[in-house]
């Protein structure tokens, strides 16, 4: 089930011209079944009717303070209590002002005053006015009260200025939601995944490689940075795009990722190597594309190193290492070898026979082995298998597993 799946999501819009955008928000969050309660302010109003959000969310908007309607006369108290969070997208320079300072002067900022749930804030205006002084105060006081504030992106504007002001798209803006409706049981703590196919150099036309999307990495590490984690993902190539608020490291090559996980393995809690790395490389690499009448029809190759492997013989305590591995057969058998062989905590293995699991799929059928024991996970989406990998990993901890 989705994140935002039952949950009362506020969605206050105000006075901007990127309010048109809100109504793609509105309509996706409705699909993924959240409740969607949609307050505009009277600048809103000005840019996108109301008409437009009722029809998305199916629920009505509100824009009166006060209504002489029995079931809406405490609209600001029902909308803040049982708001599970409260977005402000767009948020003008103006709200952002009257929030800081406590106002409570439309339907909107009452309804900030009157919740516990957690607010967002969206800015999105002009980059001179994000930029001004008055604007950089209001929302450093914002986040000093709690607010989470979501960096503007930058780029071309409405007014055809350039610069830091543009509301966010939808995919950032969304995975910013997603975390605050998660669980933060993985604050403070730092974890290292590698995710993708490596590619091992022929020539500058020719590689190796294998069948990784990267899937399940990014999925995991889209997961623990939702649930409180910094994370850094070291990548091979992919066709995904990078996920929201993780630190990015892009490598090719199965040396370039020894080096990369190397580096940042020291500081990590958790090490998740989902990565496919290939096992051999091309014994000599050519700096010119080799003509077809000059290829050697056998390719010598030489072994890369095995990068769990050496992570196993360095492992501090405290710090937990997780692999995975591809298997066609004896899967326990396997996993097992490799679980004591590479010194891990758990090990992931994916059935790479069967055509829903595995490779290039968007679901999973993983079964976990630990030294305790084993959980065989359902068939499900790589998402939910993330999260289930996950709490593993949380309990795994909570019962001092590698201290
Ligand atoms: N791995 C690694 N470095 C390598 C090869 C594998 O870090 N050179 C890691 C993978 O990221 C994965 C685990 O080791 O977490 C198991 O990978 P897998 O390909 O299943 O197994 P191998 O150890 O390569 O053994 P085999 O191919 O013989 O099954």
């Not at 809100?22 to 840019?47: G, I, N, P, Q, Y």
């Not at 730092?190 to 020539?203: M, Y």
Request: charged share 20%; net charge positive; glycine share 6%.
């Amino acid at each position: 089930m989705s994140v935002f799946a039952g949950k009362n999501i506020v969605v206050g819009v105000t006075g901007s011209i990127a309010a048109f955008k809100v109504a793609t928000w509105v309509s996706d969050l409705a699909k993924e079944e959240a409740l969607v309660h949609v307050v505009m302010s009277r600048a809103a109003e000005k840019f996108i009717a109301p008409l437009t959000f009722g029809a998305l969310s199916a629920n009505p908007v509100h824009t009166e303070m006060f209504s002489a309607d029995q079931h809406h006369s405490m609209a600001h108290i029902d909308l803040g209590s049982e708001a599970d969070i409260v977005l402000i997208a767009p948020a003008s320079a103006n709200t952002i002002a009257k929030l800081a300072g406590g106002f409570a002067d439309n339907l909107l900022t009452t309804t900030v005053l009157a919740t516990n749930a957690p607010v967002l804030v969206y800015p999105a205006m002009n980059s001179k006015m994000f930029s001004n002084r008055a604007t950089q105060r209001n929302i450093r006081k914002l986040k000093e009260m709690g607010f989470t504030v979501v960096d503007p992106a930058s780029g071309m504007m409405a007014c055809k200025e350039t610069g830091q002001g543009r509301l966010p798209e939808w995919p950032v803006a969304k995975e910013h939601i997603a975390k605050a409706l998660s669980k933060q049981d993985l604050k403070g703590q730092r974890f290292l995944v590698t995710a993708g196919p490596t590619r091992e150099s022929i020539d500058p036309a020719r590689y190796l490689s294998n069948r990784s999307s990267g899937k399940m990495g990014y999925a995991l590490a889209r997961c623990a940075w939702r649930r409180g984690a910094h994370v850094t993902l070291v990548s091979g190539p992919t066709s995904l795009s990078v996920p929201t608020g993780v630190e990015y490291v892009q490598v090719h090559s199965a040396l370039e990722m020894y080096d990369a996980v190397l580096s940042h393995a020291e500081v990590s809690q958790v090490v998740i190597k989902a990565a496919a790395v290939a096992d051999y490389r091309p014994e000599t690499q050519s700096r010119q594309k080799v003509k077809k009448d000059k290829i050697e029809l056998i390719l010598a190759l030489t072994q890369n190193p095995d990068i769990l492997f050496e992570l196993g013989k360095i492992k501090k305590k405290g710090q937990l290492l997780v692999g995975f591995a591809a298997e066609s057969e004896n899967l326990q058998e396997e996993g097992r070898k490799k679980l004591t062989k590479k010194n891990l905590d758990l090990i992931a293995i994916n059935d790479i026979s069967k055509s829903n699991s595995g490779f290039e799929t968007d679901t999973n059928r993983v079964l976990l082995l630990d030294a305790g024991g084993e959980n065989q996970l359902p068939l499900t989406s790589k998402d939910a298998t993330a999260n289930l990998i996950v709490d593993k990993i949380v309990s795994l901890f909570a019962n001092n597993c590698c201290t």
